[in-house]
């Protein structure tokens, strides 16, 4: 079955685009439907696990590419399944919750286009096994959760957001496209499997700092790490169900992803570790830090999610087989609690119509499955038996205790942030739900029982799911063994249980709870000095900057802008002129002789020069007459002037056309000239001689490049065809109307078309008018 | 002849440059006339006043000598660029009268925002 995944990741692009097609049809029900296609993977790829061995590796190649070294072959391996089955499976519950969370809005239709196209790009990513491949699928994810987060995009707030988060996340999608180039130009091919299979590792070429460095900035910027940690709480101007899905399991996790992924080929070195330790610790316990002094339940999810995408960055950088044991782990913990915590708060949201952690009180009443799904994610967060996160926790103890040298800087940072994460799982509980609580319950305008199944069962699902594997962890052995195999290229025998006997780790935890109680019970006095310091940081914090960053790049933009584009038609004129006659002078050859054609000039006939003197005249007058109408007169006399000319050297046609068009154009210039304005001296004496000077040498220009042109015949002219066939062929005697309608007639075709085009014009620009002089009178 | 033409030729150009260059819509237009006409002429002299005929192929003749008549092709092209011109000038026509109606100036400085104040 898993051979037909590449189909249902198309499937599910183009279930993205019907969406307007389907919307219709299904209304409210398009929700439900849709999430039957993120099942299908799920089953597909639960399939798939039950041929898996610690090391099988199942390839799709596929000989269709966009270029030749882009194939969109797939390879399913542990650490693919590991994501692919959490994006899909967590993907279902999304789509479902989002099915009734999304019926108020308008725009629905949008959204799940919006959410099938994420979904598709984000199981491509995990599965693609060409680089370049999975560069495009990074950056579809990038683009389509810039949609998703600014979804409510009246909102100033959501759009900032948005941009924010496409801003920072494009920067490390153009950096790994750099990085991506250059490990295929260095190691010859993009295919994943090659890689590996060849056994190629960049540790010690010449360029592997940099290909590191601008690996390490597209994930730091994806997976939200310190010092690009900002957009993920800005993120949260999304729809509930969207920022659920890009905590849990999709957007911010691919970082992750990539780390692992690429691991076999550019990890463990030095840089590696020190960089990814030095960012995640970083990460991990300002993320747990920020996270106690926020009021809205979603921003305090926002900052442990940034936490525990610190303790996977941080895992992967200390790079012992127990360490990337643990960060997998870890990441199936995170994925299953942290999804179920964030649709709950979309359900407080959506019963209370508040998310603030100290108005809400005692939900176990009206929300009786909601709460007790809301614990056992709680309990996995902070990190206690029975849950999986439990042994997520543990195993993060294991790997900080086991690292000679760095664990004195690790331990305690990581366990400080640890004990955050209990207080914090505690305070939300005692605030939120516990129905003993001192405050007076919330008043509520849902209760459970007014929700639709769908609506609340992801949260309880992927709580049990999160019991039931803190219970048998042992189903997820093979999984992690092949993920580790992936990752590490090394075999490694995983034997993941709930007890461990009693040891350093067990204490650690122990210690962990028993502070966490403690600083819950002091979180108040704690709280304000932690509401100060952030206060203080939003000051002078990266979000603030980076805003007034891209403010002061947008006004000078508009600076630099307005030199160009001032919107003076004159000065664009001027300047266009300017650099037309410069150009020509740098061009023509400036040898007055050549202007000479051999034969001679043809002889002046004297009728015609005293007719081009008096046109002179008429368009000289025309430019310095005040009066409106005798300039139109002048400018007639010249159109006239023109015609006889025509006339005089046999062009009949050319010259009753002439005479006619002159003629109509004067008519149509008196009509409406009579509604304009008087003349008026608009100009300065300077700007006028400027003109002048800049018109005049125009002329001049104009004329010596008239008198090359003229004798210059580099072929044969083509028109001895026509005359030669005109008759014989087109059976007409006046050659030029034989090429108008007969050789050129496409042309002239064209020609009625502009003008049917500016009949239509001139139509709607009438009727424009007569329309809103009658909007003016019912007024 | 030729020089006479071509220096005729370079004052319309001036003249229409300078009309182009002015603030008044109604001056801009005149000048895009003139340049229009200029434009033809250059293309007029491109296929030479040598020759004057008119470009007939006589009764009872099955063809003529390319050498007496007029080059036809650029008579064509001319034809074509004058209609273009009559159906643009149509069109700029009604589209500033739309626009002095709409803005009630003539003044093209006062349009360099497209805003509506």
């Given at each position: ?656 056309t002439q005479f006619l068009a002159e003629t109509v154009i004067m008519v149509l210039f008196v009509m409406v000239i009579l509604y304009l304005p008087k003349f008026a001296v608009l100009s300065t004496r300077n700007s006028r001689i400027r003109d002048w000077i800049i018109s005049l040498s125009i002329g001049a220009l104009v004329t010596f490049v008239v008198l090359h042109a003229r004798f210059i015949n580099l072929y044969e002219p083509i028109s001895v065809y026509f005359i030669k066939n005109s008759l014989t062929m087109a059976h007409g005697r006046n050659i030029v109307n034989v090429i108008l309608v007969d050789f050129r007639a496409l042309d002239t075709l064209g020609e009625i078309t502009v003008l049917t085009l500016a009949a239509m014009g001139v139509y709607s620009l009438f009727r424009f008018k007569v329309k809103k002089t009658k909007s003016k009178k019912e007024l | 002849m030729e020089l006479i033409f071509a220096i005729f030729i370079g004052l319309l150009y001036a003249c229409g440059v300078f009309l182009l260059l002015r603030r008044s819509i109604v001056k801009v237009i005149l000048g895009v006339f003139v340049l229009g006409n200029a434009t033809n002429l250059i293309i007029f002299l491109a296929g030479g006043i040598k020759r004057s005929g008119a470009a007939f192929i006589p009764e009872g003749a099955e063809t003529i000598d390319p050498a007496v008549i007029s080059d036809p092709l650029p008579q064509a092209l001319i034809l074509t660029a004058i209609v273009i011109g009559l159906g643009i000038a149509a069109y700029i026509l009604a589209l500033k009268y739309r626009y002095f109606e709409e803005t009630g100036t003539h003044d093209l400085d006062q349009l360099s925002k497209t805003d509506r104040k």
């Open positions: 079955m898993i051979k037909y995944l590449p189909q249902l990741i198309g499937f599910l692009f183009i279930a993205g685009l019907m969406v307007p097609l389907l919307y219709p049809i299904l209304k409210a029900k398009l929700g439900l439907f849709l999430s039957l296609i993120p099942l299908t993977i799920l089953i597909v790829l639960f399939s798939a696990l039950a041929g898996l061995t610690p090391e099988s590796l199942y390839l799709l190649p596929s000989s269709w590419g966009l270029l030749p070294e882009m194939n969109f072959g797939f390879r399913i391996d542990g650490l693919s399944l590991v994501f692919g089955l959490l994006i899909s499976g967590i993907g279902f519950f999304i789509v479902l919750y989002a099915a009734w969370y999304m019926s108020k809005y308008e725009r629905q239709g949008h959204f799940f286009t919006y959410l099938m196209l994420f979904m598709a790009s984000m199981i491509g990513l995990v599965f693609s096994d060409n680089l370049l491949v999975l560069f495009i699928f990074w950056e579809l994810t990038s683009v389509t959760s810039f949609l998703l987060i600014g979804f409510d995009h009246h909102l100033a707030k959501s759009r900032q957001a948005a941009l924010q988060s496409l801003l920072i996340t494009g920067l490390g999608g153009l950096c790994l496209l750099f990085a991506v180039v250059m490990i295929g130009q260095v190691a010859g091919t993009y295919e994943i499997s090659v890689l590996i299979e060849r056994g190629i590792h960049l540790g010690d070429h010449p360029k592997y700092r940099l290909i590191f460095v601008l690996l390490l900035l597209a994930v730091l910027t994806k997976s939200a790490q310190f010092p690009f940690h900002f957009w993920l709480p800005g993120a949260m101007q999304a729809p509930t169900p969207v920022s659920a899905y890009l905590h849990s399991a999709t957007m911010v996790n691919a970082g992750v992803f990539l780390l692992m992924r690429i691991h076999p080929v550019v990890g463990g070195t030095m840089e590696w570790k020190y960089m990814l330790m030095l960012t995640g610790i970083i990460t991990m316990f300002l993320g747990a830090f920020f996270s106690m002094g926020q009021r809205d339940l979603k921003r305090i999810l926002a900052f442990t999610t940034i936490s525990a995408l610190g303790t996977m960055v941080l895992l992967i950088g200390i790079d012992t087989p127990q360490s990337m044991k643990a960060a997998l782990v870890f990441f199936i913990v995170h994925g299953l609690y942290k999804g179920g915590l964030f649709m709950v708060a979309g359900i407080v949201d959506k019963s209370t119509g508040t998310r603030d952690i100290y108005l809400l009180s005692k939900l176990f009443k009206p929300l009786p499955f909601t709460s007790i799904a809301a614990v056992l994610a709680l309990i996995s967060m902070a990190g206690l038996p029975p849950m999986l996160g439990f042994i997520g926790k543990e195993l993060v103890y294991d790997a900080q205790i086991q690292l000679p040298g760095m664990s004195w800087l690790l331990l305690p940072l990581g366990i400080g942030a640890n004990i955050m994460m209990v207080a914090i799982s505690i305070t939300i509980f005692t605030e939120v739900f516990n129905p003993f609580g001192k405050r007076d319950p919330i008043k509520v305008k849902y209760r459970e029982k007014d929700f639709p199944w769908y609506f609340l069962g992801g949260p309880i699902v992927l709580a049990l799911a999160g019991l039931m594997l803190g219970l048998m962890p042992g189903m997820l052995d093979t999984l992690i063994a092949n993920a580790l195999y992936a990752a590490k290229n090394q075999l490694l025998n995983v034997n993941l249980s709930l007890w461990h006997g009693f040891n350093d780790v067990l204490l650690l935890s122990l210690f962990t709870v028993v502070s966490g109680i403690v600083v819950f019970i002091f979180r108040r006095s704690l709280n304000v000095h932690i509401g100060r310091l952030i206060d203080w940081f939003d000051k002078y914090h990266l979000p603030t900057l980076f805003a007034k960053g891209i403010k002061i790049y947008v006004d000078r933009a508009y600076k630099r802008t307005q030199i160009i584009q001032h919107g003076y038609h004159r000065f664009y004129l001027l300047t266009f002129f300017i650099v037309t006659g410069l150009l020509i002078v740098a061009q023509v050859n400036w040898d007055f002789l050549s202007v000479m054609p051999d034969g001679g000039y043809t002889p002046l006939r004297i009728n015609l020069v005293l007719l081009l003197v008096v046109a002179s005249l008429a368009v000289i007058f025309a430019v310095f007459s005040r009066s409106r109408l005798s300039a139109i007169l002048a400018m007639g006399v010249v159109g006239y002037a023109v015609a006889i000319l025509y006339l005089m050297y046999g062009a009949i046609d050319l010259a009753i | -």
